[in-house]
C-alpha cells in the first residue's frame, strides 16, 4: 500500500480523473462529497494526504483548520489564481486543475513520504534543537515557545527552517532556498519562498516591519541569526 488519500470535492469533474489516476499505484482512496464526510474520514482512517478542491466556499479555512490541529499533508487543486492564497493558508502543495497524472502521482508519493517518513533509531532527545528561545521537535515539527506552547509547522515550514538552522549567519539567495528545499517545483518570478519566510516569521512572533531572526537582505536574501544546538 502506498498511502491513504482523501478527495474532498463535490464535484465528479474533479474528483473522479484524481482517484483514475492514483488507483492503479497502490493507493488507498477516499472520496468525501461534503465538510462532514471529510471529517469523519480523517477521523476514522489513517489518512497521510487530502487533495482538497480549492472551489469549495470554505477551502481556505478548512486548510488552516486541519493545518493547526493535524500533521496530514494538504494538496490543494484548483486554479493557478489561488497558489498563493493556499500557501499562504498552510497547504503543502498547489496543483492545478487539470491535474497531469504523473504529476499527481509523484506530489502524492513524495508528501506522503514526508509526512510518514521511516525513521531510524536514535538517542533520546536528539531530535530536539534549541535556537534562540525556541525548541524544535524535528520528529513532530513542532515548535515550542519558551513558556512551553507548541506551533505545528507545515512541511514547507519545516523544511525551510531546518535550512536556516544548518546555515545560520550565512545570507541565502531566493535561488539558493530553492534549489536546497526538496520536492518543490519553482516558477520564474516564483513567490513562494517569500510566502514561506512569511509565515515562519509569523509563528517565530518575528515581527516583520524588525525582523531579529530572520533578517532581509535587499537585493541579496535571507539571513538567520539563531544558532541551533541540541537539546539538553
Given at each position: 500500500m502506498t498511502g491513504c488519500v482523501l478527495i474532498?470535492?463535490?464535484?465528479?469533474?474533479?474528483?473522479?480523473?484524481?482517484?483514475?489516476?492514483?488507483?492503479?499505484?497502490?493507493?488507498?482512496?477516499?472520496?468525501?462529497?461534503?465538510?462532514d464526510q471529510a471529517e469523519a474520514c480523517l477521523d476514522g482512517a489513517t489518512?497521510?494526504?487530502?487533495?482538497?478542491?480549492?472551489?469549495?466556499?470554505?477551502?481556505?479555512?478548512?486548510?488552516?483548520?486541519?493545518r493547526e490541529r493535524s500533521e496530514v499533508g494538504i494538496i490543494l487543486v484548483?486554479?493557478?489564481?489561488?497558489?498563493?492564497?493556499?500557501?499562504?493558508?498552510?497547504?503543502?502543495?498547489?496543483?492545478?486543475?487539470p491535474v497531469l497524472p504523473r504529476e499527481l502521482v509523484a506530489r502524492?508519493?513524495?508528501?506522503?513520504?514526508?509526512?510518514?517518513?521511516?525513521?531510524?533509531?536514535?538517542?533520546?532527545?536528539?531530535?530536539?534543537?534549541?535556537?534562540?528561545?525556541?525548541?524544535l521537535d524535528?520528529?513532530?515539527?513542532?515548535?515550542?515557545?519558551g513558556d512551553g506552547r507548541e506551533t505545528l509547522l507545515s512541511h514547507g515550514?519545516?523544511?525551510l527552517l531546518n535550512l536556516f538552522m544548518r546555515n545560520s549567519g550565512l545570507t541565502l539567495s531566493r535561488d539558493q532556498l530553492m534549489d536546497q528545499l526538496r520536492n518543490r517545483e519553482w516558477l520564474p518570478n516564483d513567490r513562494s519562498i517569500d510566502v514561506l519566510v512569511g509565515r515562519l516569521r509569523r509563528k517565530l512572533h518575528d515581527n516583520p516591519a524588525e525582523p531579529e531572526l530572520i533578517i532581509t537582505i535587499h537585493g541579496a536574501g535571507y539571513l538567520f541569526t539563531g544558532a541551533a544546538s541540541l537539546a539538553a
Open positions: 474532498a470535492s463535490d464535484d465528479p469533474q474533479v474528483h473522479q480523473p484524481l482517484r483514475m489516476s492514483l488507483d492503479p499505484h497502490g493507493f488507498e482512496v477516499h472520496v468525501a462529497g461534503s465538510v489518512v497521510g494526504l487530502v487533495l482538497l478542491d480549492a472551489q469549495w466556499p470554505d477551502a481556505l479555512a478548512l486548510t488552516r483548520q486541519w484548483g486554479d493557478d489564481g489561488e497558489r498563493l492564497a493556499a500557501l499562504e493558508g498552510g497547504a503543502d502543495d498547489y496543483l492545478i486543475h502524492a508519493r513524495n508528501l506522503l513520504r514526508r509526512v510518514q517518513p521511516t525513521r531510524p533509531l536514535i538517542q533520546p532527545d536528539s531530535h530536539l534543537k534549541r535556537f534562540a528561545g525556541w525548541t524535528t520528529d513532530r515539527r513542532r515548535l515550542q515557545a515550514e519545516f523544511q
